[in-house]
């Protein structure tokens, strides 16, 4: 008698694989960060796209940066729907996760605040 997996274990995915690798973007939806994320990248809120995802506060859209042709998820957060004590968790939150680096974990790639 012993220990034996009944499946073989799956093959580990390399999380640096262009078509394994999702990043997201954080764009704490302001005025003045709009016109430098359009300047970036094509798709999201600005030129049309459809959201992915929509919450109470935020939405995600798929996005391609201009010049590298990565693809990314922008989620647009509606800061003034938050109160103040929640907009500074977020922020907080935010940079928490930008240290973050785990394979079940999406990573944010770039914050526009």
């Known amino acids: 008698m012993g220990c034996a997996p009944s499946k073989k274990a799956p093959k580990e995915r390399s999380r640096h694989s262009a078509s394994h690798t999702v990043q997201q973007m954080v764009h704490v939806h302001d005025a003045a960060t709009t016109p430098m994320v359009e300047s970036m990248y094509d798709g999201g809120p600005h030129s049309g796209g459809k959201a992915m995802g929509t919450g109470g506060t935020s939405s995600v859209y798929p996005v391609t940066h201009k010049e590298s042709g990565r693809k990314y998820a922008l989620k647009v957060i509606g800061m003034e729907r ?32």
Do not use: C, G, W, Y
Request: hydrophobic letters at 45%.
């Open 82 to 113: 938050l109160s103040k004590a929640k907009r500074e968790q977020l922020l907080v939150e935010v940079d928490i996760m930008r240290t973050l680096d785990h394979p079940n974990i999406i990573r944010i790639h770039e914050v526009f605040k």
